[in-house]
């Protein structure tokens, strides 16, 4: 993909100041740009990169007025930081959707349904009984299992793993290695001292808009549904339990772990590698903080929550900077001690 | 798969009270069921449901009295979970043995033998000299190595990967993205700090009725074997370091690691995102509670274990509690202090 | 692989004592020695184990004198370690080296280029644009996307997925499910409480002699790279987000996560579990402690920290051994306080 600044000044309504014939192919931080790369001057704490930048073209706004000589083209816009995410939203969408077609071998069952303008990838397999909306794309050695229904406008990474049952609303994103609807982890203990497999029959739903992270898994449920509503976004290796609800708009990151039959409201961020315990019922808007454990069920909305077995966030921070005392809170009172 | 209630009730050697024509082809919980679904009734913590449920049929006990109208058909057994129980693994049954035969394309080294009643995926890969027993189904896209040994009975979900030299019993089960046999973590350290990879040419033994969950991952041993014992299930997002033993019956749960040669007893409960250091020895019937560190062998068997540095679960709790406190603690000691 | 006991002296100039006839096809611990395999014996405290052994073969130093009868056939050379090692590197060598050719049916774009000697197992995919030198092992069902640069000698296991635009120096192995290159975590928050996805256009570094663990996650730059310098070693599960830089010869331990944006030293040790949360930057041969929770850079180089927000190891032990004592010390701050 090429362009010259003049095609990237008319794409953004711009004026070219230097040479517009120069031609880019790729978008560069202004601290790390290099010939052939167009960047953006937006925050002003960054402007002394630009009278250095190697960058061929840079996008600044209206009213930028240079303090030293700039090498690169200048192409002014009404705002900066807006025209550059233009820029880098036709770029992402150029990249995404240039995948079509059927690349063969590909497997699907002749049961199974799929809309218009797809991609199925080499080595993608599609069982039995599916519906899979329009413009979708799914990515080389990708498996999707039986009756299984996935909207319009998803995208599926190499190697996603959909088991069957699975309900997938539209613009759904799955990143490489994804595995949704794998068996819930259900054992029954017997006298022996053996585990029994409780059949796990439930299946998953995932509303619109949600992204899911490299290499998660999300469990079926036993009965019913793990269901992720609309616009949650999971990161990588995220680990979502059997029956768990994840709310609209939550953001989970990476190497969270939610224990199963737990209910996460709306408007949550829970941070890498917090883990939530089974059962539990936790409140709209909270924020769960790094590697924080939660044991109990958060009813009041809006509590920022912090630490080992997660209690308030600023409580937390004092405690725990008492706690890089304590061996010289122990020595004074020992020192009390030995005066009585 | 569909069933009228009758036929249910055949099956289960029960009697119908209503429609037995109605047609069920799905299990739900009986808050949640709707026309087509069959639920059932066992805990009475959950009888209002019953005269609410929208479920087409509910399984109840035989001396099961309702207090008002019900308009879903019953069917009147000797022990309603038990009941229920029998279709829920009646229709798992069902559902993974579903699929039988040879999808193409698929790769089998003519060195290899696999028994009979078998399953094999399309996309998947099964390299040279292995030994795989009956009734094993291998979805697609999973790759087997060289010199494997797979027992009876077992199954293999979408995107599984057993590396060379790996050997399974029988009845085990290996959910999608489970990697069994990749190099164990060893690397020597040279003077001028680089490292040199130390060669891993041990195995991995899986004994018979192990679960391994999706995206967990076992190490081969760097010589001899890593070994997953009897009945030992392990959850997703599991990390098994090379030479760590599992014993018999001990289940660990979703993202929980356990570092080199380390070697875990019978019967143990490992919570998730427990870790456990390597060379140590955990007793039988040990439980490690979620997110908990150990760092030292756990010689006496059957203790419960919480914390950063894990020990008894009561003392930690006491601890924990204190260190809630501390602030206060603080003060109370400045306190003290100001009045000497 | 098999060889006679002969045929491994004449490999080491070693000299045979017993019969060199004997047929050996596995290295065993000596402590775990049976018929068919060969041992060594070079730590003085494994020295019972050689009178006992059911290897066929031991390797021993040239000074080695027995204290008892030996059923084993010894192998005497001038170092018994070095010697094992040989022959150690010697059958990882040949295992790994096994694979060459094209296994069908496997995808290549016919506009990528791959170099002599290679390995394309079934299922693997290739797309655009792609440059992948000499002696690369491309395992079944790895996916690798467009405008890839893979060096010579390395290996990419089963399920391996490459991301577009990634660029991969030499000598470098990716186990089995690692994902390199999938997009980072960002979303800019909008005033209705959704999300939009920033588009994630960077790509992913690879220096030399990498390696990175099964099911490892490594995602792209939001813009420029994700860097990951020469000689670092990543174990399993371990999450690298976005802009993430690692130092040459770095080491980071299993379930580890590094969030967006932060830089690692050269020469580091990073445990299992550890966290280190975005936009840090930790010095040089730092040691962080397993799972360590960093929320603050490191300046200072060389240190060794510990703890859910970690600091110096030894205060942190200290601190945690008064943690264990604080209902006692609570008790004897009461006493005190009854006393005035």
Redesign the interface.
């Known amino acids: 993909m090429e362009f010259t600044l003049d095609q990237v000044a008319s794409l953004l309504n711009g004026k070219v100041e230097g040479d517009g014939s120069k031609v880019v192919n790729r978008?560069?931080?202004i601290q790390?740009g290099k010939p052939g790369g167009i960047s953006f001057l937006s925050n002003e704490k960054y402007e002394n990169f630009i009278y250095e930048t190697e960058a061929s073209g840079v996008i600044v706004s209206e009213n930028f007025q240079a303090r030293k000589k700039i090498k690169a083209t200048l192409i002014r816009v009404k705002d900066a930081y807006a025209g550059f995410t233009q820029i880098?939203?036709a770029?992402?969408?150029f990249?995404k959707n240039s995948k079509s077609g059927i690349?063969e071998?590909s497997?699907i069952d002749p049961s199974s349904n799929i809309g218009t303008n797809f991609y199925r990838?080499?080595?993608s397999?599609i069982g039995k009984n599916n519906k899979i909306g329009d413009n979708v794309k799914i990515?080389?050695?990708v498996?999707i299992?039986d009756n299984v229904t996935i909207g319009d406008n998803c995208i599926l990474?190499?190697?996603v793993?959909i088991?069957?049952d699975v309900v997938i609303g539209s613009f759904c994103?799955f990143?490489?290695?994804a595995?949704i609807g794998?068996?819930g982890?259900g054992?029954a203990p017997l006298e022996d001292?053996?585990?029994k497999?409780?059949?796990?029959?439930g299946n998953v739903i995932i509303e619109d808009?949600v992204?899911i992270?490299?290499?998660s898994?999300v469990?079926r449920a036993t009965?019913?549904s793990t269901i992720i509503r609309r616009?949650a976004?999971i990161?990588?290796?995220v680990?979502i339990?059997h029956n768990v609800i994840i709310g609209?708009?939550t953001?989970v990151?990476?190497?969270a772990?939610i224990?199963g039959s737990t209910e996460i409201g709306?408007?949550c961020v829970i941070a890498?590698?917090a883990?939530i315990?089974g059962h539990l019922k936790i409140a709209d808007k909270t924020t769960i903080g790094?590697?924080t454990?939660i044991?109990k069920s958060i009813v009041e909305p809006g509590q920022t929550l912090l630490?080992?077995?997660g209690?308030d966030l600023k409580?937390f921070l004092?405690?725990?900077?008492?706690?890089?005392?304590?061996?010289i809170?122990?020595d004074?009172?020992r020192e009390?001690?030995k005066?009585?």
Do not use: C, W
């Open positions: 978008l560069d931080k790390e880098l939203e770029y992402a969408q990249t690349e071998p497997f990838g080499a080595f397999y990515y080389p050695n498996t299992g990474h190499p190697g793993k088991a069957n994103e990143h490489s290695g595995v794998s068996d982890f054992f001292g053996t585990y497999a409780i059949p796990q029959i808009h992204s992270g490299a290499n898994t469990d009965m019913g616009g976004k990161d990588n290796q680990q339990a609209e708009n953001v990151a990476a190497q772990g224990s709306k408007n890498g590698k883990g315990v790094a590697n454990g044991s630490g080992y077995m209690f409580l004092k405690s725990y900077a008492v706690f890089k005392n304590l061996p809170l122990q004074r009172l009390l001690e005066k009585q």
